[in-house]
């Protein structure tokens, strides 16, 4: 779930600059050699398996009977589904959700052939490098451009929807069942987002299609996150801290734990505890606008530890390039958040850039913070 993941579809990948290394070495000297130690504002606060039950597990479980009677309950069980979820999304913006319907022997190959993948030689793995601006393969961090700090991860990513829009060439051939299992994995997922839109549509008191059209012809983006074992994870992070971009995000995770969110601007975090076989439900920022600031986009992270290694798969749901970004209904006395319609591109440059420049000035700081500490030790010998 970080920035570059979810670059819209048409533009370059002029952010993804980082160059794979020759040897992936996950040790103490590669640590502080390649720039992945963080400033102490930004090291993890909360331990990786210090579990907090505040993110609520949502049964889907007759979400599809909009019929029914008193008698047999069906009817109120759509209902009270829904004002779970968008309770979630007023809270946090983030929430699990088990019984969807999406069969756990997919998500057990998923998951196999993912760590399968991971597990392979170094120049395997590299044969799907996705420096130099290619649309999908593999990438260690995936840090943006100008961030001096990378991410303790390495992530395998392809694009799945549209499907007029998916290379072959960049889908990893190894594992052997790798395209059929994730071509069948991505169909479900786009099903269940669906689903979840429809939702969170009809809280908004319009048609149950709205939030889906509103993406025009929705992308599809995987993005498979392998985080090492890390000698010293008090210093460093698997994913920095951020918001997804897009509409509404899936996330498969092991039973590691990792995933952190905050809702109080990243004073205080709480470690996301995993559920077998559900999937975490991440509002993005573009759901966050048409929503017109209702529904929260989720802030999270992900940290690593020394133990073991951690996977997650994340699916995101992103608009068209070219769908508008603005809130589907604004309510008698409230006022837009948003000055004007822009584009979801629009939108994701923006962001980019901002993110960017808060970067720099931070780096900035640091070094004049820095060279403020030597100026005494100078003036001895002036």
């Given at each position: 779930m ?5 670059q819209?579809q ?9 160059m794979a290394?020759v ?10 050699e ?7 504002d ?14 609520p597990?949502?049964?889907l ?15 109120s069980r ?9 309770k979630?999304?007023?809270?946090w913006?983030?929430f699990q959700?088990?019984?969807?319907g999406?069969?756990t ?8 052939l993912?760590?399968e ?28 451009q ?19 829009a ?22 479900e ?39 090492p074992?890390?000698p010293q ?7 920095k801290?951020?918001?997804?971009p ?19 601007g ?11 076989s ?7 920022d ?5 929503s ?15 133990n ?18 603005y809130?589907?209904?604004?309510n ?19 962001k ?21 500490k ?6 001895i010998?002036?």
């Amino acid at each position: 779930m970080n920035k570059t993941q979810t670059q819209p579809q048409n533009t370059k990948h002029k952010t993804q600059t980082l160059m794979a290394p020759v040897s992936l070495k996950w040790d103490e000297t590669s640590l502080h050699e390649n720039r992945f130690v963080r400033d102490e504002d930004e090291r993890p606060k909360v331990p990786y398996n210090k579990f907090s039950s505040e993110i609520p597990v949502i049964s889907l479980r007759g979400i599809d009977d909009v019929g029914g009677s008193s008698v047999d309950g069906f009817g109120s069980r759509r209902a009270e589904i829904c004002d779970k979820i968008v309770k979630a999304c007023e809270d946090w913006g983030i929430f699990q959700v088990v019984d969807h319907g999406v069969d756990t022997k997919l998500l057990s190959e998923m998951t196999r052939l993912a760590r399968e993948f991971f597990e392979l030689p170094t120049e395997e793995k590299l044969r799907f490098d996705m420096t130099g601006g290619k649309k999908g393969g593999f990438i260690v961090s995936s840090h943006l451009q100008g961030e001096a700090v990378q991410d303790w991860r390495e992530i395998v990513t392809y694009f799945s929807y549209p499907i007029k829009a998916r290379d072959y060439s960049r889908w990893p051939d190894t594992p052997k069942e790798w395209r059929a299992v994730t071509e069948k994995y991505s169909e479900e997922l786009m099903g269940l987002a669906c689903k979840l839109l429809e939702v969170l549509s009809e809280a908004m008191g319009l048609e149950k299609e709205a939030l889906t059209k509103a993406c025009v012809d929705m992308d599809q983006k995987v993005v498979v996150n392998y985080y090492p074992k890390c000698p010293q994870p008090d210093l460093t992070l698997g994913l920095k801290r951020h918001t997804d971009p897009g509409t509404i995000t899936l996330l498969l995770q092991d039973q590691v734990g990792g995933l952190q969110a905050t809702r109080d601007g990243g004073n205080t975090w709480i470690t996301v505890e995993p559920v077998e076989s559900a999937f975490v439900v991440n509002l993005g920022d573009h759901g966050h606008y048409l929503s017109n600031g209702r529904f929260k986009n989720a802030d999270h992270q992900a940290v690593v530890n020394s133990n073991t290694s951690r996977l997650s798969i994340a699916t995101f749901q992103n608009p068209a390039p070219e769908a508008i970004v603005y809130p589907l209904k604004v309510n008698e006395g409230e006022k837009s958040i948003m000055e004007k319609p822009i584009t979801f591109m629009e939108m994701y440059k923006k962001k980019m850039s901002t993110d960017l420049e808060l970067a720099r000035l931070k780096k900035l700081a640091k070094e004049k913070q820095d060279l403020e500490k030597v100026k005494p030790i100078e003036n001895i010998f002036a």
